[in-house]
Each structure stands twice: as structure tokens, then as C-alpha cells.
């Protein structure tokens, strides 16, 4: 699972890359995927809404075992 979600991260990864952002994966563990937001991502405001309304909404359509993200 865990080179699944890799696979889809890389899909909205340009788009974090164009505002100066990036997301790494640090692990999943029974269907929750934990990520980790660098660069200008990090520190926005609109983090949150960028983790739960991009990555998590993605994964979750593109993997339903994907129960939920959480930003470490």
C-alpha cells in the first residue's frame, strides 16, 4: 500500500512544487497515511486545507483503504 500512496502523492506533488511546497511520505499504518508538508507548505495557513481537501480526498479516491492523513 504504502508504493501506492507514494505513486499518488506524486501526482499533486507538481502542483505543491509550483508554490514553493512538497509533501513527503513518512509511513501508513492501517489505512492512515502519514505525510509531512515542506517548504512554503509547512508554514502556510492553508495547510490543513490543502492536506485534507487535496491529498487526503485524493488518496482516498484513488485508494479506498485509505482511511484518513495526518500531517507529523
Known amino acids: 500500500?504504502?508504493?501506492?500512496?507514494?505513486?499518488?502523492l506524486e501526482k499533486?506533488?507538481?502542483?505543491?512544487?509550483?508554490?514553493?511546497?512538497?509533501?513527503?511520505?513518512?509511513d501508513v499504518i492501517d489505512g492512515v497515511v502519514k505525510v509531512r508538508l515542506k517548504g512554503a507548505c509547512a508554514g502556510c495557513p492553508m495547510s490543513q486545507m490543502t492536506l485534507r481537501n487535496g491529498i487526503e480526498r485524493l488518496l482516498k479516491r484513488e485508494i479506498p483503504a485509505v482511511k484518513s492523513v495526518e500531517g507529523v
Open 12 to 26: 499533486i506533488r507538481p502542483q505543491l512544487q509550483a508554490d514553493g511546497g512538497d509533501v513527503e511520505l513518512v
Open 1 to 8: 500500500m504504502k508504493a501506492q500512496v507514494q505513486s499518488v
